[in-house]
Each structure stands twice: as structure tokens, then as C-alpha cells.
């Protein structure tokens, strides 16, 4: 495949590195601007921003472990170039990684769909099909934990190859796992899009609230290539091949993460509160989108929240 014989050309480990770090700063910088606006509005975090904490904390765990077998044990070298003991270093690794690009996924997910919830949340079908694809991604990361220290008996045949075990094919299982979890993917990416075209509002800014929520499908698309890595990953050289997939499973974890940092979070939204009813804490920073909001533009009076709760209620 072309990135396989690119990788001849290119040092896939500088290059992990260097977008791992670059993408982990500018995550970083997406949750500053999150806590910013919720300190403009003088809301507290939310369960989903929490959760997307915790995704970053783990995406940054990713980083470093990626960071370390690259330039202390030999990932992206050739096995000929790697001694015996770098081996079954590299091996651990590789469990490690899948390990957090599934913890760092199922908290993403989980996030995105409290945040669908916050804003969509007010029918009883969209609350159903949420708290469905909760469910199914929390269990769907337990399965990944499950099958990457299950797949050998014992777990030490996974790196040492002089223990009598039993292993599955690591490279099926994987690529099985990966295409359910584009699936549920999709899912979550499709739920707030159905809710958003029920909605009345102004074509023009549902498009442009449309492509927010559609910005997880970059992360998609990082899937897709994983899919792809994982299916023709040459076991005879394992630790070249999968350098490759570290650099995705770096990318997919911090992507999914900024992606749910979109400005739809902290900036105005066209949804109006008779539209599409809001708590408080959700209403938007600006109102240049809401004629006749109740909600002023800065420098003029903003009513006091007893009032703004009665309008929303009259409104609803």
C-alpha cells in the first residue's frame, strides 16, 4: 500500500513525534478556550467537559508512551534492527497503546453524546438513543480491554515467544474491533444531525451548526486508515509496520478531542430557546443569531437569571 512504501522515504517516528506533540499542544489549547468561555458565562464544567478532561489526560499518556518506545525501544525500526530485549519492550508497548487508544475513544464518545444531550436532550427519543450509545460505547471499550489481554494465554506468549501459549489472530480481532467502533462512530455522528434537521430554524445556520456537529468526521477517517494499517500489518516486521499505526492512534485520540471542542461549545448558537429548549448554562454568549432573545449583546443589560428563566419557560 502507498503509506506502507512511503515509510521507506520518511521517518514515520520523527514524524509521530512531532504531529503528537503540535496536536497535543493544540488540544491543550482547545480545553483552554472551553474553560475560558465557561468562565466568561460563569458556568461550571459540565459531566461531558470532565469527561473530555479526562480523554486529553489520556491522549497525553498516548503521547508519551508512543514517544517513548519510538526513541527508547525501537518502535518504527526494522526487527532486524531491534535486539531481543527491545522486542518484547516493544510488544508491551503495542498492548499499552491499544489500551489507551480505546480508554481515549470510549471517553470521547461518552463526551460527545452528554454534549448531544445537553443541547438535544429535550425530546424523549434522542434521551433513548444517548444513554443507548453510552451503554454501547462503555461496553464496546470494556471488550477492547478485554480481548488485548485476553487474545494470548498466557498474556507473557504476546512477547515472548519461548512461552508455550495460545494466541488468536491479533491482526482479525483487531481490525473486527475497529470496524465496530466506526460504526458506533457513525452513529453518534448521525444522532445530533437527526435532532438538528427537526429543528426550526433558518436553513443557513443550520448548515453552519450542521458542519460543527459533522467535524467528528475526521476522526472517522482516522479510523478508516487504522482499519486499513491494521488489515495488511506484516507480522514478520511488527515493529515497522505498527509505527504507522501509532501515528494514527496519536492523531485519532487528540482529533477526537479537539473535535469536541468545536465553537459550538462556547460560541453563539442559532438555537433558540423556543426552537430548541436550553437550560440556563446553555444559553449563547452572543445573540446577533437570536432576534428577540432574551439574551443581550455585551455591554447592555442581561436580565437576572430569575428572568431569564421565565422567558425561557413562556418560550418553551
Known amino acids: ?10 521517518n514515520t517516528g520523527l514524524i509521530t513525534i512531532i504531529l503528537g506533540w503540535t496536536f497535543t499542544a493544540l488540544a491543550a489549547l482547545a480545553l483552554a478556550l472551553m474553560a475560558w468561555a465557561h468562565r466568561l458565562r460563569q458556568t461550571s464544567l459540565g459531566a461531558d467537559d470532565s469527561i473530555l478532561v479526562a480523554a486529553f489526560i489520556a491522549a497525553v499518556i ?13 518502535l518504527d525500526r526494522h526487527i532486524s534492527e531491534v535486539s531481543r530485549t527491545q522486542l518484547a519492550l516493544i510488544a508491551r508497548s503495542l498492548l499499552a497503546n491499544e489500551t489507551l487508544w480505546g480508554l481515549v475513544n470510549t471517553l470521547v464518545r461518552v463526551s460527545a453524546l452528554l454534549f448531544t444531550k445537553r443541547i438535544f436532550g429535550c425530546k424523549a427519543w434522542t434521551r433513548s438513543a444517548i444513554w443507548g450509545l ?16 485476553l487474545i494470548c ?13 495460545d494466541c488468536g489472530d491479533q491482526s482479525t480481532s483487531y481490525v473486527v474491533l475497529e470496524i465496530v467502533g466506526l460504526f458506533i462512530d457513525l452513529a453518534i455522528l448521525i444522532l445530533p444531525l437527526t435532532a438538528l434537521s427537526k429543528v ?12 460543527v456537529l459533522s467535524s467528528g468526521t475526521v476522526v472517522m477517517i482516522i479510523t478508516g486508515l487504522r482499519i486499513q494499517a491494521l488489515h495488511i500489518t506484516n ?4 515493529t515497522y509496520s505498527k509505527g504507522y499505526i501509532g501515528l494514527l492512534s496519536v492523531l485519532g485520540g487528540l482529533l477526537g478531542v479537539m473535535t469536541c471542542c468545536m ?31 432574551i439574551v443581550s449583546v455585551e455591554g447592555t443589560h442581561v436580565p437576572a437569571r430569575s428572568e431569564l428563566k421565565e422567558s425561557i419557560s413562556s418560550n418553551v
Open 263 to 293: 465553537p459550538l461549545r462556547y460560541e453563539d448558537s442559532p438555537l433558540r430557546s423556543e426552537d430548541l429548549p436550553l437550560r440556563y448554562e446553555d444559553l449563547p454568549l452572543h445573540s446577533e443569531d437570536l432576534p428577540g432573545s
Open 235 to 238: 507480522s514478520s516486521d511488527f
Open 200 to 211: 426550526q430554524i433558518p436553513w443557513r445556520s443550520k448548515v453552519r451548526v450542521g458542519c
Open 134 to 149: 453510552v451503554i454501547i460505547s462503555v461496553l464496546y471499550g470494556v471488550a477492547i480491554v478485554l480481548e488485548i489481554f
Open 1 to 10: 500500500m502507498p503509506f506502507l512504501s512511503s515509510q521507506d522515504k520518511a
Open 62 to 74: 498516548l503521547v508519551l508512551q508512543i514517544t517513548w518506545a519510538i526513541v527508547d525501544e525501537g
Open 153 to 165: 494465554r498466557p498474556l507473557a506468549a504476546t512477547w515472548d515467544s519461548d512461552i508455550s501459549g
